[in-house]
């Protein structure tokens, strides 16, 4: 069974930093894309940042400059660093990946991780 598990969450000030991180465990065949997506309080949750296999990333305008998301395929993780922090980043985190098991790539999604920032 593929299973993703964040930590690194917490409180911070505004303009602080903190790193996400997400582990991915199973027998998996190889991991495609990987996204962070950020729920605040009593919204819908939006995508954040995406990496691909081979590295490439993007980011939601209202992140870029401030976010960096990486990857470490040997040890089947993903990161993201967080800085500039501000009020209305504030809400849970979660991780995406699109995980090859045997012959298909299913979509995985971890329990996420609580960041609130305060002003």
């Known amino acids: 069974q593929v299973q993703l598990v964040e930590s690194g969450g917490g409180l911070v000030q505004a303009g602080g930093s903190l790193r996400l991180s997400c582990a991915v465990s199973?027998?998996?065949?190889?991991?495609?894309?990987m996204d962070w997506y950020h729920q605040a309080p009593g919204k819908q949750r939006e995508w954040v940042a995406g990496i691909t296999s081979t590295s490439t990333t993007n980011y939601a305008d209202s992140v870029k400059g401030r976010f960096t998301i990486s990857r470490d395929n040997a040890k089947k993780m993903v990161y993201l660093q967080m800085s500039s922090l501000k009020p209305e980043d504030t809400g849970v985190y979660y991780c995406?990946?699109?995980?090859?098991?045997?012959?298909?790539?299913?979509?995985?999604w971890g329990q996420g991780t609580q960041v609130t920032v305060s002003s």
């Open positions: 199973g027998i998996i065949s190889s991991i495609g894309t």
């Open positions: 995406n990946a699109n995980v090859k098991v045997t012959f298909t790539y299913a979509n995985y």
